[in-house]
C-alpha cells in the first residue's frame, strides 16, 4: 500500500501568515506547497467527469422542440449540449477534452458554411436525407454513419428529406479552447466535387495509387458508412467464434493511424447475451448505441443503453456492458481521448 504520509503532512495555506499571503498575491505569486496534493494526488489523479447517461427518448422532445422554438437561422447549428454536471452545465463539455451535443436539422433546412480550429466527428442517429458537405465532398447522412470534419476544413450541412435528422456531435473543443486557440471563420457555401473516400477505401488492406502514388491527403476518408463497419464486425465475430472483444477503430485508410488526431473513434458488438469488461484506462470515454440494448455497469453505478442512448465514463475507470438480448448482438460507437493520451505520454491501461 501507498505512504502518503508526506502529502498528509503539507503545510496548509491558512499556516501561513496573511501579510506575507497577500505580499505574494500583490506580486501575482502562490506558494506550490498547500495545493501539491490537489494537483499531483496519489496513484490516481483528480476527476471531474462524472459517469453521465442522456436517455435519447427524454432527450428527443426537447431537441424536436427547439426545432419550433429557434429556426436555423437563429441558431447557425441547433444543437443540445450534454454536459457533464462533474464540469457544470455551463461548461458545455462531457470530459477533460470532449464535446458532445445532439444537432437537429428539419427538412429544407441549411447549416451555412464555416469551418473551425477544433476537430468534429458526426454520429448519425436517425432520419434519412440529410447531407455533409465537407472540403467539396458530399456525405450523405444514414443511421449510423460516421462523418468527420477535420480543424481548418470548410463544412456544411443540408436536408432534402422528409423527416428530422438528428446526429451526434462530438469535437474536441474543451482542449483547443483551453488552449486558447478555438475560433472559426465564415465562408461560402461549397459545391460538391467528384470522388467520394468512402467509394476510394471501401475495401481494407488496399488503397487506391496512382502510377505509384498515394493521395497524400491528411483526411482521405471522411465518410464512415455504418453499412461496412457493422459488416466488419459480423464478420470478425464469424472468423473468431468465442466469447472476446469484436471491436475495429476508424482510422485513415492510407496511414493506419487513428481517424483523428486527438480523439480515438470505435465501433464495439457485443455478441447476443455477452458480458464483456473494458478495464481502466486512462482517457474519459463516450458510450453511444447504435442497435440493441446494453446494461452499463461503472463502479457502483448502473444503467441502461437503449438505442441512441449516449453516456460517458471518466477515465481510470472499468466498465462492464452486457448485451441485454441472448439472440441478436449489439453494436455501440465509443470516442476516447486515446490520441491526446499517447501524444502526451500518459496512456495508460490498468
Known amino acids: 500500500m501507498q505512504d502518503n504520509s508526506r502529502f498528509e503532512s503539507l ?3 491558512e499556516d501561513l501568515p496573511q501579510a506575507y499571503r497577500d505580499e505574494l498575491a500583490a506580486q501575482n505569486l502562490a506558494p506550490l506547497w498547500p495545493s501539491l496534493r490537489a494537483m499531483l494526488p496519489p496513484h490516481v489523479p483528480a476527476r471531474k467527469t462524472e459517469t453521465t447517461h442522456w436517455a435519447y427518448q ?11 422554438l429557434t429556426p436555423i437561422e437563429k441558431a447557425e447549428r441547433r444543437v443540445l449540449v450534454l454536459a457533464n454536471p462533474g464540469h457544470g452545465i455551463d461548461k458545455m463539455q462531457a470530459s477533460p477534452a470532449i464535446y458532445l451535443g445532439m444537432q437537429l436539422l428539419l ?6 458554411a464555416h469551418r473551425h480550429t477544433p476537430n468534429a466527428v458526426r454520429m448519425v442517429v436517425e432520419g434519412k436525407g440529410a447531407w455533409t458537405l465537407v472540403g467539396g465532398e458530399k456525405c450523405t ?9 477535420p480543424s481548418g476544413m470548410w463544412h456544411e450541412h443540408g436536408h432534402e428529406g422528409t423527416d428530422p435528422v438528428i446526429w451526434l456531435d462530438v469535437l474536441d473543443i474543451p482542449l483547443v479552447y483551453y488552449m486558447e486557440t478555438s475560433y472559426h471563420e465564415e465562408g461560402p457555401h461549397q459545391e460538391a466535387q467528384a470522388g ?15 502510377v505509384f502514388q498515394r493521395s497524400g491527403n491528411s483526411y482521405p476518408m471522411l465518410c464512415y458508412p455504418w453499412a461496412e463497419t457493422r459488416a466488419a464486425l459480423l464478420s470478425l465475430a ?3 467464434p468465442g466469447e472476446g472483444a469484436v471491436q475495429v477503430t476508424y482510422v485513415n485508410p492510407e496511414t493506419g493511424r487513428d481517424a483523428e488526431n486527438i480523439l480515438g473513434f470505435y465501433a464495439l458488438m457485443l455478441r447476443p447475451g455477452q458480458t464483456l469488461r473494458l478495464p481502466a484506462r486512462s482517457p474519459a470515454q463516450v458510450l453511444h448505441q447504435i442497435e440493441g440494448s446494453a446494461g452499463v455497469t461503472v463502479n457502483a ?5 437503449l438505442e441512441a442512448d449516449t453516456a ?29 493520451h499517447r501524444k502526451l505520454g500518459v496512456y495508460e491501461t490498468r
Do not use: C, W
Request: glycine share 10%.
Open 11 to 13: 503545510g496548509r495555506l
Open 58 to 68: 427524454s432527450l428527443r422532445p426537447l431537441l424536436l422542440k427547439a426545432g419550433e
Open 107 to 112: 427538412p429544407g433546412e441549411k447549416a451555412p
Open 141 to 149: 447522412m444514414n443511421r449510423g454513419d460516421l462523418i468527420l470534419t
Open 196 to 210: 467520394q473516400g468512402a467509394k476510394a477505401y471501401a475495401r481494407g488492406g488496399v488503397v487506391p495509387t496512382t
Open 238 to 240: 464469424e472468423d473468431q
Open 301 to 305: 453505478k448502473t444503467f441502461t443503453l
Open 312 to 340: 460517458v465514463v471518466p477515465g481510470y475507470t472499468a466498465v462492464e456492458l452486457r448485451n441485454r438480448s441472448d439472440l441478436e448482438p449489439a453494436f455501440i460507437f465509443m470516442a476516447d481521448e486515446s490520441p491526446l
